[in-house]
């Protein structure tokens, strides 16, 4: 079992900065992969980036550049930069275990708006 809590949400203006911290308890050795979710109201959830062990990273196009994902031991954290309105969502926290067994944070609301 992994518990996940997501911390760090918040309002900003567009151009600001966010830093989301994921904290990992429970049988996190056995985690190989990490990342970060996000739904806005009305679209399916989505995943933004993601750290598999050993630190090999990957993003979804509309946040490179902008988005750093980073992850210590047991902690995960999401730096984002240069943030937009279409940024704003609820991001989750996910962590998964060899057998494809998926872990969920209950989300942390990000809203970008003047």
């Known amino acids: 079992q992994v518990q996940l809590v997501e911390s760090g949400g918040g309002l900003v203006q567009p151009g600001g900065s966010l830093r989301l911290s994921c904290a990992a308890s429970?049988?996190?050795?056995?985690?190989?992969?990490m990342g970060w979710y996000r739904q806005a109201p009305g679209k399916q959830r989505e995943l933004v980036a993601h750290i598999i062990r050993g630190g090999i990273t990957d993003y979804v196009d509309s946040v490179k550049g902008r988005f750093t994902i980073s992850r210590d031991n047991a902690k995960m954290y999401l730096q984002m930069n240069s943030l937009k309105p279409e940024d704003t969502a609820v991001y989750y926290c996910n962590a998964r275990i060899p057998g494809n067994t998926s872990y969920w944070g209950q989300g942390t609301q990000v809203t970008v708006s003047s």
């Open positions: 429970g049988s996190i050795f056995s985690i190989y992969v």
